[in-house]
């Protein structure tokens, strides 16, 4: 009897990852958990220019007395059709910190934002991206209260470590301890692995059933709508003595095995990684092709930070330039933002970034009441590993008038949404909000300070005022977004050419087909010179270029060329 290769990849996996446990048997209750979430019918969405994703929480639009779930759809649907494609919404089950990322119950839906049944309403007309926090759960969970009250099931689902050993190797995200104590209902005190806090339950994917576990939820969540899955620190998932517990090769073989399965019943379901580390490090998941389809472009925050505070694109152009060099699997691209929930990270920036530059971008930071949050090195210093701050308030001067702002970050913007890869907006950046330093001050929490919760009616008061900052920026971005998704150049497997222009300017050449498009922007207030060698038409403005123009400040032209390429 022939055995499909699938059987047989999953097979071999499995012998690598539990050399001493019984493969077949756990190869075989896979197998019950693909056939039960077989679905009756596959839906294929294409990964092209029309998809761009923006990023919110379920409760980031509320309205006092209303079901947040169902305040987002109706605001997606009033504010976003035609313009957004995607909306990859953070974690929305029960949680008990860190806004989400200490999950409670991975199948249920928090019910102070609804229930499942609006998740399936926003999916009818929204594709969705889950998230998958599944490198660690709340101390709060079923799973760890389970393991403290000795139940067998949940035993080795947990890291008990010995306290005395030498972790000295272990890459820290956080200056918190790696190790907590918890006491046990025997009475006795268990050291338990928690790389980002006591409240976030390290899974100890040495033990089969937490995989078994991990299968059957990411199996459910695209049987719910999933069209994406993020898989949360998933960097972090595999953990051996004496390493560095960060990138080991069995967490790569169980994200192989992941999407080998989601691939059998769901294969336009997209596996996304958040690695925020080093560029080499990022790209190593997307394997041969056969582990992530998108891997976050980490760099593009703070460089893009970087050039328009210093009025340069020289980092940021170097460092698009190195990519022109490197060879991805195909079907791949990465998931470009600018800004998100968490801070801007400096990890992602250490090969690119002299110590001098990063100061530079630290102290901008904390000059426009910004914080900083730090990580400790294996010498057991302390460096910095995020910045906190709303993209807007980062990128503006204190009490800038609104039009330089909307400029500028416009400006930005048009980086992230002509380079290759997906473009994927925070929708504070959408929405054009500023620091929340009440929500920071009030929590004392660094990241609250970009994650504040917008009134609907107020929101929606803001956009309809078109001579405020929310209703001008909304404006910007959507007419970009709107150009980009008409034009296949931008589509994430078109061919990417980094322009030499003075440092003043960057630029891209993105060319698909028989379209090509020449993308510039003016990273600076001073009117700069622009030389093109071609003629066409700038999309933006609808105005034809003759090879050469004079851009204002902050200015973005996406020129298509009169002639076509020659196939």
Known sequence: MNTSPRKTFIRETLAQ??????????AAKIEQLIQYWKPKTQTAVPLDQSRIWMIAYGDSICARGENPLSILHQFAKLWLKGTISDIHLLPMFPWSSDDGF???????????????????????????????????????????????????????????????????????????????????????????????????????????????????????????????IRLDAVGFLWKESNSSCIHLPQTHLIIKLWRAILEENWPDCLLITETNVPHQENISYLGSGDEAHMVYQFPLPPLT???????????????????????????????????????????????ILSTEEKTFLVNEVERKQGRISWRTNPDGSQSPYEMNINFLSALSEPGEATDRQVARFTAAHAILFMLRGVPAIYYHSLLGSENDLHGLNTSGLNRRINREKLDFAATHQALVTPESRQAKIYAALSRL????????????????????????????KRQMGGETLYCVVNL????????????GTDLLMGTPFNGACLLTGWQTVWIRTATQPEE
Do not use: C
């Open 17 to 26: 990852l539990y050399p001493q446990a019984d493969h077949q048997a756990i």
């Open 102 to 228: 200490s999950v409670v119950d991975y199948r249920q839906i928090d019910p102070n934002l609804g229930q499942w049944s609006d998740i399936a309403a926003l999916a009818g007309d929204f594709n969705l991206m889950f998230d998958f926090v599944i490198n660690h759960i709340s101390q709060q969970s079923r799973w760890f209260q389970g393991y403290l009250r000795g139940e067998p099931r949940y035993q080795n689902y947990f890291i008990n470590a010995d306290p005395d050993e030498d972790y000295h190797l272990v890459t820290r995200p956080r200056t918190l301890p790696l190790l907590t104590p918890f006491k046990r209902s025997t009475g006795e005190t268990s050291h338990i692995w928690t790389t980002f806090s006591a409240d976030q339950i390290d899974l100890n994917f040495r033990e089969s059933d937490v995989l078994l576990e991990s299968i059957d939820i990411m199996l459910e969540y695209a049987s719910r709508g999933a069209q994406a």
């Open 305 to 351: 930070l970087h050039a328009f505070l210093r009025g340069n694109a020289r980092w940021l152009r170097q460092w698009a330039q190195s990519l022109e060099q490197e060879t991805f699997p195909d079907n791949t691209t990465f998931f470009n933002f600018l800004a998100s929930h968490d801070g801007i990270g400096l990890r992602p920036v250490e090969n």
């Open 481 to 508: 977004l709107r150009v980009r998704k008409q034009h296949p150049a931008f589509s994430p497997s078109s061919s990417q050419q980094v322009l030499e222009l003075p440092d003043a300017l960057f630029g891209v």
């Open 524 to 535: 600076t207030a001073i009117t700069q010179p622009l030389s093109l060698p071609t003629e």
